[in-house]
């Protein structure tokens, strides 16, 4: 039996926090996950069923104080293993596993978006006490040793997985909804994503205004929220774009939404692994997403759909053209997408991966 800590920020909708909810639902019996939040829980705590979540409602900036809670927690619940996800994370997570002597594995689930020397600092000083370092993608992996130093042979990539169950090419409802789309009115196009200057939303509508003028059978609906919202419905309404765009706001029921789109798309201009994507791809669903991070780690170009540079909206349009006026492309890439989700990025080998590491950490720490 292995005692695990998770230590996130919070448990707010996020595709990191969605992961980690996830993993601890696939362990096998012979893990225990414990989930502590640094700050509050959030909205997906509701969705941990198999793992107690605890808050330390710490707040913002270093408290070193967390460390001592955290070791307090460490030691009354045997904790074997620290696992943490992410900056802040890390940091605390392995303070705490120094201080206590417990091996520490860390997750870093995106890249680095700011050249902020004193979160570099921490970031090299956390890698190099951690036991192993894991990449969710093989860029991610890559980008650690780069910017951390980090040798490598305390480095692995272990890919991101999602419940391809959940996520299957039905509605909650078992119907499909797809095969109308497209005979009507318009098709539909989507993105699953925090409103965040990182996913470059401004990007996409400037894709559909290209779009509008030359294929205006289309609908986008920009399903999350985030910082950017009221400023990218300032843009839908500079561009034209009202009776095009639907502002969905955050939503639970993402398999359903992606079971109701034809196009899905996704215009970051950074990604570690993104979970939305391979959720669309098990969907079979046709996907366009910006060569950025792991992307083309997830799509195939040509296959399951289209990897674009960042930033070029008419090549956007190019590519979600092709995809509108071609239903049997659309069809092929669906389930060629579906078939790659189901080979590689499966939450159940995730997690079987996560445990054999924790296994062999364990072994070589005795």
């Given at each position: 039996?292995?005692?695990?800590?998770?230590?996130?920020?919070?448990?707010?909708?996020?595709?990191?926090?969605?992961?980690?909810?996830?993993?601890?639902?696939?362990?096998?019996?012979?893990?225990?996950?414990?989930?502590?939040?640094?700050?509050?829980?959030?909205?997906?705590?509701?969705?941990?069923?198999?793992?107690?979540?605890?808050?330390?409602?710490?707040?913002?900036?270093?408290?070193?104080?967390?460390?001592?809670?955290?070791?307090?927690?460490?030691?009354?619940?045997?904790?074997?293993?620290?696992?943490?996800?992410?900056?802040?994370a890390?940091?605390y997570?392995?303070?705490?596993?120094?201080?206590?002597?417990?091996?520490?594995?860390?997750?870093?689930?995106?890249?680095?978006?700011?050249?902020?020397?004193?979160?570099?600092?921490?970031?090299?000083?956390?890698?190099?006490?951690?036991?192993?370092?894991?990449?969710?993608?093989?860029?991610v992996?890559?980008?650690?040793?780069?910017?951390?130093?980090?040798?490598?042979?305390?480095?692995?990539?272990?890919?991101?997985?999602?419940?391809t169950?959940?996520?299957?090419?039905?509605?909650?409802?078992?119907?499909?909804?797809?095969?109308?789309?497209?005979?009507?009115?318009?098709?539909?196009?989507?993105?699953?994503?925090?409103?965040?200057?990182?996913?470059?939303?401004?990007?996409?509508?400037?894709?559909?205004?290209?779009?509008?003028?030359?294929?205006?059978?289309?609908?986008?609906?920009?399903?999350?929220?985030?910082?950017?919202?009221?400023s990218?419905?300032?843009?839908?309404?500079?561009?034209?774009?009202?009776?095009?765009?639907?502002?969905?706001?955050?939503?639970h029921?993402?398999?359903?939404?992606?079971?109701?789109?034809?196009?899905?798309?996704?215009?970051?201009?950074?990604?570690?692994?993104?979970?939305?994507?391979?959720?669309?791809?098990?969907?079979?669903?046709?996907?366009?997403?910006?060569?950025?991070?792991?992307n083309?780690?997830?799509?195939?170009?040509?296959?399951?759909?289209?990897?674009?540079?960042?930033?070029k909206?008419?090549?956007?349009?190019?590519?979600?053209?092709?995809?509108?006026?071609?239903?049997?492309?659309?069809?092929?890439?669906?389930?060629?997408?579906?078939?790659?989700?189901?080979e590689?990025?499966?939450?159940?080998?995730?997690?079987r991966?996560?445990?054999?590491?924790?296994?062999?950490?364990?072994?070589s720490?005795?």
């Amino acid at each position: 039996m292995i005692n695990v800590l998770h230590v996130v920020i919070s448990l707010r909708v996020g595709g990191l926090e969605r992961f980690v909810v996830e993993l601890t639902k696939n362990f096998s019996k012979d893990v225990t996950p414990l989930i502590v939040c640094l700050e509050e829980t959030g909205e997906l705590a509701s969705y941990v069923n198999n793992a107690r979540v605890v808050a330390l409602n710490c707040g913002i900036g270093l408290k070193f104080r967390s460390v001592y809670k955290l070791i307090d927690i460490v030691r009354k619940n045997k904790i074997n293993i620290i696992h943490t996800h992410n900056e802040a994370a890390h940091f605390y997570g392995t303070m705490t596993g120094v201080l206590s002597r417990v091996p520490v594995i860390h997750t870093r689930h995106g890249r680095y978006l700011d050249n902020n020397p004193r979160k570099m600092f921490l970031n090299i000083i956390s890698s190099f006490f951690a036991t192993k370092c894991v990449g969710v993608s093989q860029d991610v992996t890559d980008l650690m040793s780069r910017m951390e130093k980090i040798n490598t042979q305390k480095t692995l990539t272990i890919l991101n997985g999602i419940d391809t169950n959940t996520f299957s090419p039905h509605s909650a409802n078992g119907e499909n909804n797809r095969s109308q789309n497209g005979r009507g009115k318009f098709i539909r196009i989507g993105i699953v994503a925090r409103l965040d200057i990182v996913k470059d939303h401004s990007n996409l509508l400037m894709a559909c205004y290209y779009l509008n003028k030359k294929n205006p059978n289309f609908k986008l609906y920009i399903v999350g929220d985030g910082p950017m919202r009221k400023s990218l419905e300032n843009e839908v309404e500079k561009l034209q774009l009202e009776e095009k765009v639907v502002f969905t706001g955050t939503r639970h029921d993402i398999a359903d939404i992606l079971n109701s789109l034809d196009i899905y798309v996704l215009s970051s201009i950074s990604e570690g692994m993104s979970l939305t994507l391979i959720e669309a791809m098990s969907c079979c669903l046709p996907v366009v997403a910006t060569d950025v991070g792991g992307n083309p780690e997830v799509v195939v170009n040509g296959v399951t759909g289209f990897i674009i540079p960042p930033q070029k909206p008419k090549l956007f349009t190019e590519k979600i053209s092709i995809l509108i006026n071609d239903s049997i492309l659309r069809e092929s890439m669906g389930v060629e997408g579906r078939k790659r989700v189901i080979e590689k990025f499966s939450i159940k080998e995730t997690a079987r991966k996560y445990e054999d590491l924790y296994y062999k950490v364990l072994g070589s720490c005795q």
